[in-house]
Nanobody
Framework: QVQLVESGGGLVQPGGSLKLSCVAS????????MGWYRQAPGKQRELVAL????????NYADSVKGRFTISRDNAKNTVYLQMNSLKPEDTAVYYC????????WGQGTQVTVSS
């Protein structure tokens, strides 16, 4: 059973940056494509970034393309999301999970972009 623990969220002003981390338990991490998802109040959870198991390919939602960067360190069972040029509409709880969200969801980490 894979457990996911997200961290790194917080309150930031528009235009600011944050780096999120997600540590996954289990030896299968290095074989799994991973994604960052977010859920804003009153909205459905959406996929914002995806990275293949070897880190060779990444994909982004149009709303974050050019501002967010997903990366991973398989030796540390960790996936990251570097978020730059943050906007108020990026405010949400951010989660990591496999492609398709196959694992139990963690608690997520709150990101609030506000002046």
């Amino acid at each position: 059973q894979v457990q996911l623990v997200e961290s790194g969220g917080g309150l930031v002003q528009p235009g600011g940056s944050l780096k999120l981390s997600c540590v996954a338990s289990g030896s299968i991490f290095s074989w799994t494509a991973m994604g960052w998802y977010r859920q804003a109040p009153g909205k459905q959870r959406e996929l914002v970034a995806l990275i293949t198991n070897d880190g060779g390919t990444t994909n982004y939602a149009d709303s974050v393309k050019g501002r967010f960067t997903i990366s991973r360190d398989n030796a540390k069972n960790t996936v990251y999301l570097q978020m730059n040029s943050l906007k108020p509409e990026d405010t949400a709880v951010y989660y990591c999970n496999s492609r398709g969200g196959r694992y139990d969801w963690g608690q997520g980490t709150q990101v609030t972009v506000s002046s």
